[in-house]
C-alpha cells in the first residue's frame, strides 16, 4: 500500500482558531501572538489495487483557479479525485474536515468534494458539530455529510471491509476517533489529533487544548509501545518534519 502525504502547508494557530500560513523560510514564530502552535496541515492518501482512500479532507482551501488544494495535491501526484473510494474522518474540527464538500460553480451549491467515495464518519461527533459548532467547527461545510448517501455513520467501535479497524477514543475531541488500516505487510495507524506529532509521543505532554489532555497522553503512551511491538506505521497529521514514521 503506497502512503502519500498531501500537505497544505505550515500554519500557526491560536486561541482565535484561526489558521494563518507560515513560511518556514521568512516567518519567525516569535513574532506570532503568544501561546501560537506551529503545525503542518497534512492529510494522507493510501494507495493499493482495492482503495484509494483518503485520510482526512484538510483546510479545503482553493488556490486562485478555484480548484480545492487537496484536489491539486492528488492531481500532482497522479491521482484522480474521482478515483477515491473511501474518505475516513477522524474528527471534523475545520482544518481536517474543510474539504469534505466544495462550490461547485455550475450547479451553484455545494456538492461532496469526492463524489464516488463512500464517506465515514462519527455519529455523534457529526451531531455534536452541527449543534455546537463554535470557533473549531465549520457546520455549514458539513451539511452534505447529514444528507448524502454516501455517509456512513459510525458508532464506537469497529470493522470496514475486513481491514480497517476504527476506534472512539473521546481524547482530543469528545468523539475523535482513530484507524488502524491493515495490508499484508504493514499496519497503518492514523491517530489524528490524538496523536498530531511524533515529539508528542515520546513526551509526557498533556495538551490544554484537548478535550481531555491526561487521555490523550496516556493512548500516546500506549500505542507507541503497541507500535514498536507491532511494527505499526504512524502517520502524523501535523507534524512539520515527520510525516510518518515506520516502527
Ligand atoms: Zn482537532
Known amino acids: 500500500m503506497k502512503i502519500i502525504p498531501l500537505s497544505e502547508g505550515s500554519f500557526t494557530i491560536d486561541a482565535t482558531k484561526v489558521f494563518v500560513p507560515f513560511d518556514k523560510t521568512k516567518d519567525d514564530l516569535q513574532q506570532r501572538p503568544k501561546g501560537s502552535l506551529l503545525v503542518e496541515v497534512q492529510p494522507f492518501v493510501l494507495v493499493s489495487e482495492r482503495d484509494t482512500i483518503l485520510l482526512d479532507?484538510?483546510?479545503?482551501?482553493?488556490?486562485?483557479d478555484g480548484v480545492l488544494q487537496i484536489h491539486r495535491n492528488l492531481v500532482?501526484?497522479?491521482i484522480d479525485p474521482l478515483s477515491v473510494t473511501k474518505v475516513l474522518l477522524s474528527h471534523?474540527?475545520?482544518?481536517?474536515?474543510?474539504?469534505?464538500?466544495?462550490?461547485?460553480?455550475?450547479?451553484?451549491?455545494?456538492?461532496?468534494?469526492?463524489p464516488n467515495a463512500t464517506y465515514y464518519v462519527n455519529r455523534d461527533e457529526l451531531n455534536f458539530a452541527l449543534e455546537?459548532?463554535?470557533?473549531?467547527?465549520?457546520?455549514e461545510e458539513l451539511k452534505l455529510l447529514k444528507s448524502s448517501d454516501k455517509v456512513v455513520m459510525l458508532d464506537n467501535l469497529g470493522v470496514?471491509?475486513?481491514?480497517?479497524?476504527y476506534e472512539v477514543t473521546a481524547a482530543h475531541s469528545p468523539y475523535h476517533q482513530v484507524f488502524w488500516i491493515k495490508d499484508e505487510e504493514q499496519t497503518i495507524f492514523f491517530g489524528a489529533d490524538d496523536a498530531p506529532q511524533l515529539q508528542q509521543m515520546k513526551s509526557r505532554f498533556i495538551a490544554k487544548y484537548d478535550?481531555?489532555?491526561k487521555k490523550s497522553m496516556e493512548l500516546r503512551m500506549k500505542w507507541w509501545?503497541?507500535?514498536?511491538?507491532e511494527h505499526w506505521t504512524f502517520l502524523f497529521f501535523h507534524d512539520i518534519k515527520s510525516p510518518m514514521i515506520s516502527l
Not at 57 to 64: A, E, H, R, V, W
Not at 92 to 111: S, T
Not at 132 to 139: F, I, N, R, T
Request: aromatic letters at 8%; hydrophobic letters at 30%.
Open 92 to 114: 471534523l474540527h475545520k482544518d481536517h474536515a474543510g474539504g469534505v464538500e466544495r462550490m461547485d460553480v455550475a450547479l451553484q451549491q455545494n456538492i461532496l468534494a469526492f
Open 132 to 139: 455546537k459548532g463554535k470557533s473549531s467547527y465549520l457546520p
Open 225 to 229: 509501545e503497541q507500535g514498536a511491538d
Open 57 to 64: 479532507t484538510g483546510l479545503g482551501f482553493s488556490d486562485p
Open 160 to 165: 470496514i471491509d475486513d481491514y480497517i479497524s
Open 211 to 213: 478535550y481531555d489532555g
Open 76 to 78: 500532482n501526484n497522479d
